[in-house]
């Protein structure tokens, strides 16, 4: 067994105030010798609780040790055995709460760096292209069946890699011009380069699924048509892209955008490329940014990259209890963002142009817990104040677009809009239909949304096979 080496290595980062100026990605991966000295900090413990820690259950030791050895074709295999989108996720998977939380290394000191040695691994496959064995040479016997998988999130994309490798013929439809999901319209390049999500979608079409962009059923053709047309099965992973509101007096003013909009905006419509992207976008020098998840934290840092002189993060419980992660926010923080805790707005102020021009905010305080575990926020009477600002973005969650529901029939919904599946198989109530990902959950996470599709996808190869 090897020696217990304590030292993490840490993530090479760009410099916080250059980078505040640019849409590169902050973190600049490891270089082969930190990778395999990182590795060489994996005790390939018996009991692998990092296994059980991985939504997909990825054999984290096997591809670290193949790693370690120098062995990289086979890291990649052992890695791409269970999931399809490893460079996504070595970028954006909350690690820290899953397979490195439970590292054994973690009881005593810091857990290996799990996610960065991903990323090290998918990105050598970018770069060695020709090293790894074409993924189409044991090809599985065709079963006949055909599903239609809608939406190309990583829930998407994770049942039709599954179900193609099973043998069946899986096509993808896409609402959106681009395949990818929250990954291309949501999280901002700076974080997750748009070349790699495009390199993923492309291994999974590689493996033979089918996709097909510019389709929103439930307008082109309905589930229920999909289903009488000649599919076997029909999985739902259409994503939470609606924004939710506050419905406070001045929600409608100008200068106040929904973070779905505003990244969109930015990074699919790439207003970040002006004038090479002829897309508007306010830049306002005085941002707040409402919420205090990943997706403010995105906003926020896309707003100071796009010129804003100060941004604002405006949160109603304090520190402890914000949703982003972590490294996420320190990122931030390094680049300048401010944060105002324990703060909520009462009402935005407009100016005779009817553009937003302040906030009146309250001041809070943290009650007993709530359902979700966290210290309710309660408001302090007669604690208002104005902070002056010139562009609002209100990032306070989504849920799913009502159209597949309202199409759809047989379906059920709760109230929240979202579609009520097995959380095991994924099998909603209607026949021959399954869902995973933000539609049944709500908005949560990549590795979620894949964890879901690999759920579903064995239960509708069971189903097929009957
Ligand atoms: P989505 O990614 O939303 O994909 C759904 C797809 O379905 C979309 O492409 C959509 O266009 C398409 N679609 C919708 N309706 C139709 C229709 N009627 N017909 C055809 N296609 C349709 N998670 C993390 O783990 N780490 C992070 O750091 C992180 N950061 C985030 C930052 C932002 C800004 C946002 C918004 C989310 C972030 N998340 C993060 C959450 C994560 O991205 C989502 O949980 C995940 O993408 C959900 O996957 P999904 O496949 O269910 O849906
Ligand atoms: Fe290695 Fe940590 Fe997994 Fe044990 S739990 S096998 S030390 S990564």
């Not at 993530?11 to 082969?32: H, I, T």
């Not at 009991?47 to 259950?57: A, E, H, L, S």
Request: charged share 25%; glycine share 10%; aromatic share 6%.
């Amino acid at each position: 067994m090897p020696k217990l080496n304590l030292n993490r290595v840490s993530m090479p980062r760009q410099d916080p105030k250059e980078r505040a100026k640019n849409f590169n990605e902050v973190a600049l991966g490891y270089s082969e010798e930190q990778a395999k000295y990182e590795a060489s900090r994996c005790i390939q413990c018996p009991k692998r609780p990092c296994v059980d820690g991985c939504p997909v259950n990825v054999d984290i030791p096997e591809f670290i040790a193949a790693l370690h050895e120098g062995n990289m074709p086979e890291a990649v295999r052992a890695l791409k055995n269970k999931n399809s989108l490893p460079g996504i996720c070595g970028r954006v998977c909350p690690q820290e709460t899953q397979c490195e939380e439970v590292c054994t290394l973690n009881k005593r000191e810091a857990p290996v760096a799990i996610g960065r040695l991903e990323r090290y691994v998918a990105d050598w496959e970018r770069a060695h292209p020709e090293a790894v064995e074409a993924p189409n040479e044991d090809s599985p016997k065709p079963t006949g069946k055909r599903i239609a998988v809608v939406g190309s999130g990583p829930a998407g994309l994770t049942v039709a890699a599954d179900l193609v490798k099973m043998g069946h013929t899986v096509t993808m439809f896409e609402a959106l011009h681009v395949a990818g999901g929250v990954l291309m319209y949501g999280i901002p390049e700076f974080r997750l380069p748009k070349e790699i999500v495009q390199g993923e979608v492309h291994f999974v079409e590689s493996l033979g699924a089918e996709l097909i962009l510019d389709s929103v059923i439930g307008k082109i053709d309905t589930v229920d048509e999909l289903l009488n047309n000649g599919y076997d099965a029909v999985f739902l992973g259409t994503g939470a892209g609606l924004p939710m509101f506050m419905n406070i007096p001045g929600e409608n003013l100008n200068g106040i955008y929904s973070a779905n909009e505003f990244l969109t905006r930015v990074n699919l419509m790439k207003a970040y490329q002006f004038p090479e992207y002829d897309t508007p976008v306010k830049v306002g020098k005085n941002v707040a940014v409402i919420g205090g998840g990943n997706v403010a934290m995105d906003s926020a840092r896309c707003a100071l990259r796009l010129g804003a002189d100060r941004v604002t993060i405006i949160y109603r419980r304090s520190e402890t209890e914000m949703p982003a992660r972590r490294e996420e926010a320190e990122n931030a923080r390094e680049e300048g963002i401010e944060f105002k805790v324990l703060t909520n707005p009462k009402q935005y102020i407009g100016n005779e142009e009817n553009w937003v021009a302040g906030i009146e905010c309250y001041q809070m305080e943290l009650g007993e817990p709530d359902d979700s575990g966290r210290r309710r926020p309660i408001v302090k009477e007669g604690s208002e104040f104005l902070i002056n600002v010139d562009v609002v973005i209100v990032a306070l969650g989504t849920t799913p677009n009502p159209l597949i529901a309202s199409t759809t029939t047989g379906l059920e919904t709760t109230r929240w809009g979202t579609v009520v599946a097995d959380e095991s198989t994924g099998k909603t109530v209607k026949d021959r239909v399954w869902a995973g990902g933000d539609i049944v959950t709500g908005a949560a996470t990549v590795i979620s949304a894949m964890g879901a599709g690999k759920r579903a996808a064995a239960d509708i190869d069971l189903f097929l096979k009957g």
